[in-house]
């Protein structure tokens, strides 16, 4: 898969190291990476947290769904009825929660 990043966001290193604060608050305010060039190359990114946060989720989900995936080509898979069994005796080997008044 090839991404697209827009031209505004990418910035040359010796802005980063003139002036941080603007490209963070750019960043945050985009939510979207910027591209950190040095020498004309990509070299870094600069994303805010709930961006990175959010991309991690997805990525994650992403392996899930792949390993998902993995196991049914594997042959790795059980029935719904299974499933359920299964399920309701790993649950009534865990000790319940207290229930408060």
């Given at each position: 898969?090839?991404?697209?990043?827009?031209?505004?966001?990418?910035?040359?290193?010796?802005?980063?190291?003139?002036?941080?604060?603007?490209?963070?608050?750019?960043?945050?305010?985009?939510?979207?990476?910027?591209?950190?060039?040095?020498?004309?190359?990509?070299?870094?990114?600069?994303?805010?947290?709930?961006?990175?946060e959010q991309d991690r989720r997805a990525f994650a989900l992403l392996q899930l769904a792949l390993r998902g995936e993995?196991?049914?080509?594997?042959?790795?898979?059980?029935?719904?009825?299974?499933?359920?069994?299964?399920?309701?005796?790993?649950?009534?080997?865990?000790?319940?929660?207290?229930?408060?008044?």
């Amino acid at each position: 898969m090839v991404i697209y990043m827009k031209l505004a966001n990418i910035a040359p290193i010796t802005e980063l190291k003139r002036d941080a604060a603007s490209l963070i608050e750019r960043a945050s305010e985009q939510r979207s990476p910027i591209v950190i060039t040095q020498n004309g190359r990509a070299t870094a990114v600069l994303q805010d947290v709930a961006s990175y946060e959010q991309d991690r989720r997805a990525f994650a989900l992403l392996q899930l769904a792949l390993r998902g995936e993995a196991d049914i080509a594997a042959g790795r898979v059980v029935s719904r009825a299974e499933h359920k069994k299964r399920l309701a005796a790993l649950l009534a080997t865990r000790p319940r929660a207290r229930e408060t008044k």
